[in-house]
């Protein structure tokens, strides 16, 4: 891609609204565009990102044996009032009427209707367990939408269901989502700690939040600094092994404020380790047993011939908020430096040739390496505007393609000036630039 023919409207300034570093580089490379309070549009930076994020997600859903299915953005309020939240759910709701004055929502998460999919379907023990998920925009009527699409009103987000036959079968599950979360963050380049939260409106009695830290972040956190010690790597997906993964956590203290008790924080934690700071929920999974089942009539025939209402937990990530998150994890905003994960980052590579008026040479030999990085699968974006070489090096260390290669007079041969970004420039031929990021890439 040429960045000329590209669609990044790029800004010479830091966009004066933008409170937090995520959502100045968000506005600032054209990665969004606000359409009205808390809505955006995604422009194909933004959109390209978010998708890696997407596909990372839902190979980690896969692989706990959760299967995709796609429920519609507008539900019905019947089965809302089946389980008692048509009322409890209140403003955030925005509530729609369609031509016939049928009562209609716009969802803000999933639980009435997947249980209304289940109970219609499934009828016995033997098709358990089930995990079902999909990845869909909600809407939150959000009493202050803010900072971008960190806190806004539609936002993508994945959400996945359990139905079990018991309690032990349902906490399986929820551990499966548990290591499942662990492994989705870490592949995107963040350390999120899970923390014993409230259930909200979600409702239930067992619930953890996913956070990773940020002094930007909405959630107070107090923890045990230890717990970012924890490995997860050697958890196999067995009762057993989870358990004791689940339990490797939970030796350290770790809250978000709704939970915070000064007393138990201080008794449990001594002071050296002692960590209060903010943090972004990036996930929250929860187990509530027969909340929705119960009034909405989903149960299933078990062994013995008698019937009981399924077991059911729910498990949500912000894949948009999700954007914002690694923006504020790894942008460098005093250096105006950003770097992807190679595992989300819009394009692997950015090629920076000089170009003169009248000589073509940087340009064409550029053209030739993108079709070299073509061929290897690696993503790359030419600079062939005709700014000068330092501020096409500015605007690819705002776009934050994690490599990059500077094509300039020096450039003869074979060797080209090649540099991972916030790393010294190497002098390499193709050849191994191209190992060098398949092997990155490979890792993720
Ligand atoms: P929060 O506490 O941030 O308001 P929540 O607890 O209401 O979130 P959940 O119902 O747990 O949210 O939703 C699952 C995930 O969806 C959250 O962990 C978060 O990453 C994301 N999310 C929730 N609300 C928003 C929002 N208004 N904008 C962007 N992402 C959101
Ligand atoms: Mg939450």
Redesign the pocket.
Known sequence: MYISKSFIPILKNNPSEAKIKSHQLMLRVGMIKQSSAGIYSWLPLGFKVMKKIEKIVKEEQNKIGAQEILMPTIQSSEIWKESGRYEDYGEEMLRIKDRQGREMLFGP?NEELVTDIFRSSLKSYKSLPQLLYHIQW?F?D?IR?RFG?????E?Y?K?AYSFDINDEEALFSYNKFYLSYLKTFNRLGLIAIPMAADT?P?GGNLSH??IILAETG??KIYADKRIFDVKSDDTKLEKKSLEALRNKFEEFYSVTDEKFNKNEFEKKVKETNRLTTKGI????IFYFGDKYSKPMGASVDLPGGKKDFVKMGSY???V???VGAIIEAKYDEKNEVMKWPISVAPYDVSIIPMINKNDNSALDKASKIYFEFEKNNIESIIDDSDENISSKIKKMNLIGAPYQIIIGKQTDGDLLEFKEIGEEVQKINLAEIIKIIKEQKVRN
């Open positions: 998460t909600k939150r959000e939408p699409i960190m806190r806004c009103r936002f987000m959400d909200g979600i939040e996913f909405e959630s929920e990036v996930g929250h949500g990530i912000g948009s908020r999700l």
